[in-house]
């Protein structure tokens, strides 16, 4: 009756739930901050929004949720909606990177 278990946990964290609606053209900023854990993370900014992103599994999770935001955003505010932003060029060049994603 002393079998071992073993555990094959997933760490997985979201340290906060927050909802946020951001309309209109907004600051960004993307650098190397440094996580709770005291760890190098990605540090990307939305307005006064932060993230943190601490590992590559997270960074993907982030990067096909925009994308796929973005084909959303193209069937609701239509495809040449990026041709109005000043980083039309920069968003244009991900999305076709990451197209693969959505």
């Known amino acids: ?6 555990s094959t946990v997933r760490r997985r ?4 739930a927050a ?3 951001i309309a209109g053209e907004q600051d960004t900023s993307v650098h ?19 993230i943190y992103v601490e ?3 997270a960074l993907t999770s982030l ?3 925009i994308v796929g935001a973005s084909v959303v955003g193209d069937r609701i505010f239509g495809e040449d909606r990026a041709a109005d932003t ?9 999305h076709s990177r990451n197209r693969h994603y959505a």
């Open 13 to 16: 964290v979201c340290r906060v």
């Open 86 to 94: 000043r980083r039309a060029g920069a968003w244009k060049a991900m």
């Open 55 to 57: 590992d590559t599994k």
């Open 19 to 21: 909802s946020m609606t």
């Open 63 to 65: 990067v096909e949720a």
């Open 32 to 50: 190397i901050g440094a996580a709770t854990t005291g760890e190098p993370a990605v540090a990307v900014r939305i307005g006064t929004m932060l």
């Open 1 to 6: 009756m002393n079998e071992k278990k073993s």
